[in-house]
């Protein structure tokens, strides 16, 4: 399937700090989802976005779907160590899921 | 959330054998499954998607007589590794969605190691 524009890549921050990620795509998406994938597991649903514009939270993450239908991001506030891992973004289209290619998240204590 | 198992969480096995690796819906109808395969620090790779009672729609590049998928019902879906070969050892990743427009929920993945 097409792939999202999924930035930063990777990003490094100490505990304590917001973090910040985006995705954006040439095409609308009807449905925007986070993920996050700890390592050897499978990725486990964050934040669903069903409308342009929705701002959701969940804890301390808070994800909004871009009223242009075509981006969306997730913020993480006051970071902890346990936030480590890959977040993956992702659009639905009618019957297609499109990923992002995750941004992977340090924290250091 | 709703529960995706996927079984076995590891495997190992045998140049030329095939293996089996199971996705399982525990709580909704899943008309939709998805099959992925993620390298180390690389993001899902989109293998194929199966709809409950009709083939599998492979992405271009996999050989779907080398990856078999079925989905005979609407909580399992099977994808079976045949003649596996050590390029095969991956993480194998399912994902079930109930419709066109919801989110999809993930099984625990599948370590293949192919020796």
């Known amino acids: 399937g097409q792939q999202l524009n999924q930035s930063p890549q990777s990003m490094f921050i100490q505990e304590g700090e917001d973090v910040s990620m985006n995705c954006t795509s040439s095409?609308?998406?009807?449905?925007w989802l986070w993920y996050k994938q700890d390592p050897g597991e499978g990725p486990v649903l964050l934040i669903a976005?069903?409308?342009?514009?929705e701002l959701t939270s969940n804890g301390r993450l808070t994800a909004q779907f871009g009223i242009t239908r075509k981006d969306s991001f997730l913020n993480i506030s006051a970071s902890i160590p346990s936030d480590v891992g890959i977040y993956f973004c992702?659009?639905?289209?009618?019957?297609?899921?499109?990923f992002g290619k995750g941004t992977s998240l340090l924290v250091t204590p | 959330g709703a529960v995706v198992s996927q079984h076995p969480s590891r495997v190992i096995c045998k140049s030329g054998t095939s293996v089996k690796i199971e996705c399982r819906s525990l709580?909704?109808?899943?008309?939709?499954m998805f099959w992925y395969r993620q390298f180390p620090k690389k993001s899902l790779m989109l293998m194929a998607t199966?709809?409950?009672?009709?083939?599998?729609?492979?992405e271009q590049g996999v050989e779907k007589d080398k990856f078999l998928i079925n989905h005979a019902s609407l909580t399992l879906s099977t994808l079976t590794v045949t003649s596996a070969h050590p390029e095969d050892s991956s993480f194998y990743i399912c994902?079930?969605?109930?419709?066109?427009?919801?989110?999809?929920?993930f099984g625990q993945g599948t370590r293949l190691t192919v020796v």
């Open positions: 095409s609308i998406f009807n449905t």
């Open positions: 976005l069903y409308k342009a514009g």
């Open positions: 199966s709809n409950e009672g009709s083939k599998a729609t492979y």
């Open positions: 994902s079930a969605r109930t419709g066109a427009l919801t989110e999809a929920f």
């Open positions: 709580d909704f109808q899943a008309t939709t």
């Open positions: 992702a659009g639905t289209k009618e019957y297609a899921l499109n």
